[in-house]
């Protein structure tokens, strides 16, 4: 069983950064996999990035390619998001989750509550 919370999220101007913070419990954060996920009003719940387990693979939405960077440390047991250029379609609420990668596709087995960032323009 793994918990996790997120934090970090706000209200930020088109252009901005934000750094997301997912603190998870339990002793085997390090053997999960971790994603980010975002939902926008009215739109589905769509992937934003995921990391491996040891942090040596990443894997990105288009959208955010270039513009974020997903990062962990396992020491303690928290996986970040640092959002750099950030847009107002970025809008959304901001999931980590914990799970598992194959074939290079994310599935999340744990969720957190989410975290709202709102970019104006």
């Known amino acids: 069983q793994v918990q996790l919370v997120e934090s970090g999220g706000g209200l930020v101007q088109a252009g901005g950064s934000l750094r997301l913070s997912c603190a998870a419990s339990g002793r085997t954060f390090s053997s999960y996999a971790m994603g980010w996920f975002r939902q926008a009003p009215g739109k589905e719940r769509e992937f934003v990035t995921s990391?491996?387990?040891?942090?040596?693979?990443?894997y990105y939405a288009d959208s955010v390619k270039d513009r974020f960077t997903i990062s962990r440390d396992n020491a303690k047991n928290t996986v970040y998001l640092q959002m750099n250029s950030l847009k107002p379609e970025d809008t959304a609420v901001y999931y980590c989750?914990?799970?598992?990668?194959?074939?290079?596709?994310?599935?999340?087995?744990?969720w957190g509550q989410g975290t709202q960032v709102t970019v104006s323009s």
């Open positions: 989750a914990a799970g598992t990668i194959a074939s290079m596709t994310f599935k999340g087995d744990y």
């Open positions: 990391i491996s387990w040891s942090g040596s693979s990443t």
